[in-house]
């Protein structure tokens, strides 16, 4: 009996006025999540959904950085490479805005990196594009600089070299508008997954959790549209446990939008019930909290939901890295 693990990525949320002071989660009518989930815990979250899913599936941080993770789930060449994670931004008045309304300009954002590409030429880069412009890129390169991160505003901050012309080469076209990198760096060190887990599928649109499946050398497919990707899940639901990415909770919180994050909630809630309604052994879980007012993660302790008794109380706060091995054993 394989079992199905299921990613609500920022599904946490502080009470929201126009949500008469509940949270997304509470608000939502999601009739089949509540039906099947008779066992509930909660364990702590992590800033970032790497950091999270690492432990939470191998009992330990990871060793490597995001973007080459990221590399990895999105098949790019890390041989002596540097990985760069690169998201859309808007660089005005000494500060780095991250765009999560990329998918707006994205389709002149791509255009002019992959125009401006020719700066890195001696470092025969290589580059892969996913979500709203985001994207990976991959170059023969030792520099590893230390950069702001997304998704809370942060002072400008020059990026060194021949990637710091090309970024802001883009901007200068681009009234500001660019992909600004971080998380850089090389392979490091693989996790090892719980070994009780066996063999797994990751489904996902996000290189992110891809990216650190590749790296225990377990099967993963990027499935962009969200709906498609639960046929994909039952299907190999059959031959062994499943990782099942939703992050577009995730992306709707970024964009402020309350009622988009309850009603990709209540999609996915529809989606689970027609492709799983015969599925015993289901897993809920949630990586981070993230705010539909601000737009920020939110550090918070995170729920697990799961359809079959685990042999603790409900409501019981048990470590990341051990929330596997408990559920597992039974």
């Known amino acids: 009996m394989n079992t199905l693990f299921v990613l609500l990525d ?48 191998t009992g330990e941080p990871p060793s490597m ?4 993770l990221e590399a990895l789930g999105l098949g790019l060449p890390m041989n002596n490479r540097t990985a760069y994670r690169l998201s859309p931004a808007l660089l005005k008045d000494g500060m780095i805005e991250w765009a999560y309304n990329a998918h707006e300009f994205c389709h002149i954002l791509i255009p002019k990196v992959e125009e401006k590409l020719w700066i890195l030429e001696e470092y025969d880069p290589e580059i892969s594009f996913f979500l709203n412009g985001r994207a990976v890129l ?19 901050v020059e990026v060194p070299g021949k990637l710091g012309e090309m970024v802001m080469a883009v901007a200068e076209d681009l009234n500001g508008i660019t992909n600004y990198p971080w998380g850089c760096g090389r392979l490091g060190r693989p996790s090892k997954p719980h070994p009780c887990l066996g063999k797994m599928t990751a489904i996902s649109d996000s290189p992110t959790p891809l990216g650190i499946f590749a790296s225990f050398g377990h099967d993963f497919r990027l499935v962009r549209d969200m709906d498609k990707r639960f046929p994909v899940a039952r299907k190999a639901l059959e031959k062994g446990n499943v990782f099942l990415h939703m ?26 019930g027609e492709h799983f309604s015969d599925a015993e052994k289901i897993v809920y879980f949630v990586d981070h909290g993230t705010s539909c007012v601000t737009g920020e993660h939110l550090i918070m302790d995170v729920p697990f939901m799961t359809s079959f008794d685990i042999g603790v109380e409900n409501g019981n706060r048990i470590p990341t890295g051990k929330v596997i091995p408990t559920i597992m054993r039974h």
Do not use: W
């Not at 509540?34 to 992590?46: F, H, I, L, M, Q």
């Not at 991959?138 to 400008?156: G, I, K």
């Not at 992050?247 to 689970?272: A, C, F, G, N, T």
């Open 65 to 68: 950085p995001r973007a080459a």
């Open 138 to 156: 991959t170059m023969e390169c030792e520099e590893v600089p230390d950069l702001p991160s997304p998704p809370v505003p942060a002072p400008f």
């Open 247 to 272: 992050d577009e909770v995730d992306e709707y919180s970024h964009q402020k939008d309350p009622m988009k994050k309850v009603r990709v909630l209540e999609r996915i809630d529809e989606l689970m």
């Open 10 to 57: 920022g599904a946490s949320d502080n009470p929201v006025p126009e949500l008469d002071n509940k949270t997304p989660m509470d608000y939502a009518e999601m009739p089949f999540l509540r039906s099947v989930t008779k066992y509930a815990g909660v364990t702590e979250g992590r800033g970032y959904t790497h950091l999270f899913l690492n432990e939470f599936f």
